[in-house]
């Protein structure tokens, strides 16, 4: 049993949030795409990810206009 994982799960459900996890920043900027961006939030990333890092993927986040008014947690 993972309690880490069941308390995120736990929060996230009484927030009313729906939460996604991605491996590293490349699938959650790939993910970014091919989402409707009215229903994210908040996105929280590690600074220390496989692939492209915490801080790169805020460099590509914030680079494209698209995405500039999503709120990001370090």
């Not at 590690?46 to 370090?74: C, F």
Request: charged fraction near 25%; glycine fraction near 6%.
């Amino acid at each position: 049993m993972n309690t880490g994982k069941n308390k995120k799960n736990a929060l996230y459900s009484t927030l009313s949030m729906i939460y996604l996890h991605f491996e590293n920043g490349e699938l959650l900027f790939e993910s970014l795409k091919n989402s409707n961006i009215d229903d994210i939030g908040l996105i929280v990333t590690d600074l220390e990810m496989p692939v492209m890092d915490g801080r790169e993927l805020i460099i590509k986040i914030r680079e494209n206009e698209k995405y500039k008014n999503i709120n990001i947690l370090v």
